[in-house]
């Protein structure tokens, strides 16, 4: 199945900065998907990115907060603009393990602190 | 948003004994599954079960669905140390590549 490399696995920002979180795939993918996990809570889907259109963005999330790239089939990055401590978070990229009924494989998360 | 609640949201058992999470969500599903995460990292998947499977088993892990009742539940037997992380249960509407949406999971320490 999917093996996904996600980094980095942790940051500590200043608010007002950005930060770009980057899944690479070793396999080529048509969907990735992108959570949002806040402390102590369950996992929240952010936006699904699809190679060669825009993402698709879940209510209470914006491109512009958001912005997500995905320039081929094995990559994809996450940026989270203009931080806030709100913003502390875990963050996690998935796709679709095989086909088949396999479930999804996850990045192994970004821990992100907003100071 | 979250599909729906599980309970217990913690649990704490000794080692050997079973643990026993609970998950119900609200809307049609393709499949339902079950991953684990230790200590704020990245999911592990653990079983899928389809909606028209009513059991099923893998090792130590029993998951049963009911549709009917839009609940399922993940039996661990003859638990371990190793096995305390948090339990989610996900869902989707559609079969492949489709998002998925989680329960609230449940907390699970294994006492030594």
């Known amino acids: 199945s999917a093996v996904i490399s996600q980094k980095p696995s942790r940051d500590i920002c200043q608010r007002g900065t950005s930060l770009t979180i980057q899944c690479q795939v070793d396999?080529?993918?048509?969907?990735m998907f992108w959570y949002r996990q806040q402390p102590g809570q369950s996992l929240t889907l952010i936006a699904t990115a699809n190679q060669g259109s825009e993402a698709t963005y879940e209510s209470g999330f914006v491109i512009d907060k958001f912005p997500i790239s995905r320039p081929n089939l094995t990559f994809s990055t996450l940026t989270v603009s203009n931080m806030s401590p709100e913003d502390s978070s875990i963050y996690l990229c998935?796709?679709?393990?095989?086909?088949?009924?396999?479930?999804?494989?996850f990045g192994s998360g970004t821990r992100l602190t907003v100071v | 948003s979250q599909q729906g609640e599980e309970d217990p949201q913690a649990l704490s058992i000794q080692e050997g004994e079973n643990a026993t999470m609970n998950c119900s969500y609200k809307t049609s599903i393709n499949n339902l599954q079950w991953y684990r995460q230790n200590s704020g990292r990245g999911l592990v998947h653990l079983i899928l079960?389809?909606?028209?499977?009513r059991e099923k088993h893998s090792g130590r892990l029993r998951v049963t669905l009911d549709t009917s009742k839009k609940s399922s539940s993940l039996l661990i037997t003859a638990s371990r140390a190793a096995d305390t992380a948090s339990y989610f249960c996900?869902?989707?509407?559609?079969?492949?590549?489709?998002?998925?949406?989680f329960g609230k999971g449940t907390r699970l320490s294994v006492i030594a």
């Open positions: 396999s080529q993918v048509t969907m």
């Open positions: 998935s796709v679709e393990a095989a086909r088949g009924g396999y479930g999804y494989t």
């Open positions: 996900a869902t989707d509407e559609k079969s492949g590549n489709t998002p998925l949406v």
């Open positions: 079960i389809r909606s028209n499977e």
